[in-house]
C-alpha cells in the first residue's frame, strides 16, 4: 500500500447542473431542454426535466449531502430562464431569491461555491430570435451575466462563464443529439464562435460586479487525442481531431486565436469573426476548467467532414460506452501545462455511469466507479507531481440526475436517487470520496 496525499490547499468539491437536478419548472421559463425533451424520439423514454431530482425544493438536504462529504466546494450552475424568462427583459424575482438561498446555504456549511452561468439551458425564447447561431445571444448572455453578479457577487467568489462550448456547438448544431437539435456544421462553428465571444464579454463583467480577489474561467471539455498508429495519414488524422475537439477552444481564450491548421482545413465553412472579436475571446481568465471522461483514439478515413474516425480499442467501458482510460487525464493536464503555461487548472468533471442497483437495505455497491475514481485520482495526483497546477477536482455528480438524451437512463453519482420517492442513498462510491476527502489523498496498491 502507497498514499497518495495531495497538496494541503487542494480543493475537493461535487459538481452537479441546473437542468439536471432542479425541477421547478414552474418557477421558471422554458429552456432548449424543455423543448428537445418534447421531441418525439430525441430524449430516452421521452425523459424531461419537470422535477428531475426535485433539487430546487430539497437544496437544503443536498447541501447537507455534500457537508457530510467534506468537501470544500460544490459546482452548480444558474438556470438562465430562471432569472430571465423570457431570455431578457423582466427579471423573475423568484429565481433570483432561490439562488441566493442557495449560496447563503452552502456558504453556511462552509462550501465554496464554483458558479456556472451557462449549462445548456439556453432560455427558449432566445432559441426563437436564433439562439447562439444569433451574435446578439452573446449580448445577451453578458446582460444576464450582469443581473446575476450584481445580486450573487458579493458571496461567490469563483465563476464559470460556460460549461463544455464544444458540446453546445457540435452536439447540438452539428449531429443534432443534443438541444436544440440542429444539424449544420458551419452553423456549428458560428455558435461556438458566439459561445466564446460571450464568454470573453462576461469575463469582466463578472470581476468587476464581484468582490476583488473574484476568480472567472470556462469549463471546457477536454480529451487526450492518440493516433490509432504510427502512419503518417493517422497521426495527422489525430491532429485534425485534436484541432476540432480542443485546439479550437483551448487557443482562442488562452492565446486569443484560432488554431491557423483547422481554420485552413475548414476552409469555407469557418465563422464570421469581427475584427474586436479575438481580443475580447482572449481576455486573461484566473482558471481553467476541465471536463474529463475519455480519450480518442483517431484514424484515416477518406470521407468525412475532417477525414478522421473513431476507433475503438481493446479495454475498460463505462455505460456510456466511454474507454476507461486515466493515463489520459494524467497526459491531458501535462500537455496543457507544457503547451500554455502555468495558468491554474481545476477538473470540473471527472466520474463514470454504470448500471447501479439499490440493495434492500439500502446500500449500492458500486466497485466499478470506486476503481474509476481510484485510477482516475491516481493519475490527477501524477500530474500535479509532474509540475501540473491543478487546485481542485470535482467529482461528477453529487446525485444521480437528467444525462440528457440519455434521460433517466445513466446514473453518474456517487448517490443513488429513487426518482420515485425522490430519497437520496449515498452509494459505497461516496463513501469513497468520503475518506478521500478527509484524508487529502487516497490508499493505492
Ligand atoms: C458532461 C456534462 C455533464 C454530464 C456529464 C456526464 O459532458 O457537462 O452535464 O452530462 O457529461
Not at 230 to 258: C, M, Q
Not at 291 to 316: C, K, M, W
Not at 401 to 408: C, L, S, T
Not at 415 to 431: F, H, I, N, W
Request: with cysteine; net charge negative.
Amino acid at each position: 500500500m502507497s498514499r497518495l496525499q495531495f497538496p494541503s490547499s487542494f480543493i475537493w468539491g461535487t459538481a452537479t447542473a441546473s437542468f439536471q437536478i432542479e425541477g421547478g419548472r414552474d418557477d421558471r421559463g422554458d429552456c432548449i431542454w424543455d423543448d428537445f425533451c418534447a421531441w418525439p424520439g430525441k430524449v430516452v423514454n421521452g425523459d424531461n426535466g419537470d422535477t428531475a431530482d426535485d433539487h430546487y425544493h430539497l437544496y437544503k438536504q443536498d447541501i447537507g449531502l455534500i457537508r457530510s462529504l467534506g468537501c470544500q466546494a460544490y459546482r452548480f450552475s444558474i438556470s438562465w430562464p430562471r432569472i430571465l424568462p423570457e431570455g431578457a427583459g423582466e427579471v423573475n424575482p423568484k429565481g433570483l431569491d432561490f439562488y441566493d438561498k442557495l449560496v447563503d446555504a452552502v456558504l453556511q456549511a462552509n462550501i465554496t461555491p464554483f458558479v456556472t452561468l451557462y449549462h445548456w439551458d439556453l432560455p427558449s425564447a432566445l432559441q426563437r430570435l436564433g439562439g447562439w447561431a444569433a451574435r446578439d445571444t452573446a449580448y445577451r448572455f453578458a446582460d444576464y451575466c450582469h443581473i446575476v453578479s450584481e445580486r450573487l457577487g458579493d458571496r461567490v467568489t469563483h465563476w464559470i462563464t460556460h460549461n463544455e462550448p464544444w458540446v453546445t456547438a457540435f452536439l447540438g448544431h452539428g449531429s443534432a443529439v443534443h438541444a436544440p437539435g440542429w444539424a449544420d456544421h458551419s452553423q456549428a462553428l458560428q455558435v461556438a464562435h458566439h459561445l466564446l465571444l460571450s464568454h470573453g464579454l462576461a469575463v469582466p463583467i463578472l470581476r468587476q460586479t464581484s468582490q476583488p480577489g473574484t476568480k472567472v474561467g470556462i469549463t471546457l471539455n477536454l480529451s487526450p487525442v492518440y493516433a490509432a498508429s504510427d502512419d503518417e495519414l493517422d497521426v495527422k488524422a489525430a491532429t485534425r481531431h485534436d484541432g476540432y475537439a480542443n485546439r479550437w477552444f483551448i487557443d482562442p481564450v488562452l492565446l486569443g486565436s484560432y488554431p491557423q491548421d483547422i481554420w485552413k482545413y475548414y476552409d469555407w465553412q469557418v465563422p464570421r469573426v469581427a475584427p474586436e472579436d479575438m481580443d475580447i475571446i482572449g481576455t486573461p481568465i484566473d482558471f481553467l476548467g476541465i471536463n474529463n471522461y475519455t480519450r480518442a483514439v483517431i484514424a484515416h478515413s477518406d470521407t468525412g467532414f475532417l477525414q478522421a474516425r473513431s476507433v475503438r480499442p481493446e479495454g475498460e467501458y463505462t455505460a456510456m460506452d466511454w474507454e476507461v482510460y486515466p493515463q489520459g487525464l494524467c497526459d491531458l493536464l501535462l500537455r496543457i501545462t507544457h503547451d500554455y503555461g502555468n495558468l491554474d487548472l481545476y477538473i470540473t468533471e471527472n466520474g463514470c455511469s454504470y448500471d447501479d442497483r439499490l440493495e434492500a437495505d439500502g446500500t449500492v455497491h458500486d466497485n466499478k466507479r470506486i476503481a474509476f475514481l481510484n485510477k482516475y485520482l491516481a493519475a490527477a495526483h501524477d500530474a500535479i507531481q509532474h509540475g501540473a497546477p491543478l487546485r481542485g477536482y470535482f467529482v461528477w455528480s453529487l446525485m444521480d440526475n437528467f444525462e440528457w438524451a440519455f434521460g433517466y437512463t445513466r446514473r453518474f453519482g456517487i448517490t443513488y436517487v429513487d426518482y420515485q420517492t425522490q430519497k437520496r442513498y449515498l452509494k459505497d462510491s461516496g463513501l469513497f470520496f468520503r475518506q478521500v476527502v478527509t484524508h487529502n489523498g487516497l490508499e493505492t496498491g
